[in-house]
């Protein structure tokens, strides 16, 4: 491996990394604003069990899962997406895009699934990783 690429490996590691935190931020700005409303009415514990489900797999699944975590949920999750789509798949976010892109492998050369395909795998991914988290969690 030269120089330049791994500096440029790098630099990009960095630069994912980033724009992770400035998602994670944005979601605690978030609810920043709506905890400074006034005071939160009584919530049932299942029902806040369910929300902090919730939260946790939005974190998983936005963040986790596209950064290649080495996090055994996130390798469970995967692992029952390959199982399920019979196929080794790749989520990355583009530089200074907002969505998700999903690869699979075809030979050596990797292809970009369709919009379709791509709403069907990111909606049988959401679900997987809601039943993982509701598992795990006490």
Known sequence: MSTN???????LLHYDRQLVTARRLARYRQALRY????????????????????????????????TGSDNPIVEEVRAELDRQTGERLTFT????????????????????????????????LWAITLTKVDETML
Do not use: C, T, W
């Open 93 to 124: 976010y583009p530089p200074g895009g907002l969505d998700v892109q999903i690869f699979r492998q075809h030979g050596s050369v990797p292809e970009e699934v369709a919009p379709a395909e791509k709403a069907a795998i990111l909606d049988r």
């Open 35 to 66: 905890a400074e409303g006034g005071e939160e009415p009584a919530i049932p514990p299942d029902v806040k069990r369910k929300i902090m489900v919730e939260r946790v797999a939005r974190e998983i699944f936005e963040n986790l899962i596209v």
């Open 5 to 11: 690429s791994f500096y440029i490996r790098n630099m």
